[in-house]
């Protein structure tokens, strides 16, 4: 069985196929493929010479991929852990880390679902499966359906080491983000969890609803689609993007890193519903 979602874009002409150096693999985190794909669309449109292949799947697939020789840039939604430091030392892979975007993760329930905001103690409690029924945090008696990552998938990990918990072996464990927007469209007890980007990519005409978060309750919530917010970093569940570049491909992906940081790369990096790291 498949274990993860491929996304693929391929931009290239025949001149750029037949050229090694002009033909980049980025490999990794769901958070970041839909921004990394419009990326690449709008970088071809002035370098035409290239071609980029995108491919989603999860931040540990893209951190696989560098560790075995098989991308140019591994989109990560979280830090190297010192496993994959010691491998990539053992291995000699030397490498370059960008931090390009930051993202916000979005918890999402049904759009009728009777609740706007979740206090930090009731998420925690509902995702480690300590709370079965959401009854403790709505006053309804509907079970708690939660719609997840698998553990290689770096926002699993990122919400894993911020709450301090294990997940609950009840949740389901989702194929990208895709897969859980579909599953919460369906469930009206569900809860899941995506990049606010991915939601903001649809448009304003949201399939499901993204729940504000308050550290604790009596304290002003948070929506991870509030700019100002982030920008503030008041938002509980924000984090950089990472992209780890072996340096034996640096030459290769240099115009491609130049053109995120430019303008027009700045750009869309908001208007997909990212942040901008300021510089």
């Known amino acids: 069985m498949v274990r993860y979602l491929i996304y693929c874009l391929c931009l290239s002409m025949l001149t750029g196929c037949s050229n090694a150096d002009k033909s980049i693999k980025v490999k990794g985190s769901d958070t970041e493929v839909n921004l990394a794909v419009s990326l690449a669309e709008n970088f071809y449109k002035v370098h035409s010479d290239f071609s980029v292949a995108i491919s989603g799947g999860g931040s540990g697939l893209g951190i696989a991929s560098l560790l075995n020789g098989q991308t140019d840039i591994a989109n990560s939604s979280r830090p190297l852990n010192s496993e994959e430091i010691e491998?990539?030392?053992?291995?000699?892979?030397?490498?370059r880390t960008v931090i390009f975007a930051e993202d916000a993760t979005a918890f999402i329930?049904?759009?009728?679902?009777p609740l706007d905001s979740i206090d930090v103690p009731s998420l925690t409690r509902i995702l480690?499966?300590?709370?079965?029924?959401?009854?403790?945090?709505t006053?309804?008696?509907?079970?708690v359906n939660i719609y997840g990552r698998q553990s290689n998938s770096g926002t699993h990990s990122f919400i894993s080491k911020k709450l301090n918990i294990q997940f609950s072996r009840d949740a389901k464990e989702m194929n990208g983000s895709a897969q859980i927007v579909e599953g919460i469209k369906r469930d009206k007890s569900g809860i899941g969890y995506v990049g606010a980007g991915y939601i903001l990519h649809g448009g304003v005409n949201q399939p499901v609803k993204v729940l504000k978060i308050t550290s604790k309750k009596g304290i002003k919530s948070v929506s991870p689609l509030d700019t100002k917010a982030i920008a503030a970093h008041l938002y509980y569940f924000q984090r950089p993007l990472y992209q780890f570049i072996p340096i034996t491909s640096w030459n290769k992906v240099d115009a491609f890193i130049?053109?995120?940081?430019?303008?027009?790369?700045?750009?869309?990096?908001?208007?997909?519903?990212?942040?901008?790291?300021?510089?």
Do not use: C
């Not at 329930?109 to 679902?113: E, G």
């Not at 480690?128 to 945090?137: A, D, E, I, L």
């Not at 995120?260 to 208007?271: D, H, M, R, V, W």
């Open 87 to 95: 491998l990539l030392k053992a291995k000699g892979i030397a490498i």
């Open 109 to 113: 329930v049904h759009r009728d679902f």
């Open 128 to 137: 480690n499966g300590q709370y079965k029924t959401w009854k403790p945090v």
């Open 139 to 143: 006053g309804q008696d509907m079970a």
């Open 258 to 279: 130049d053109f995120e940081k430019s303008a027009a790369g700045q750009k869309i990096i908001t208007e997909s519903g990212y942040y901008i790291i300021p510089r």
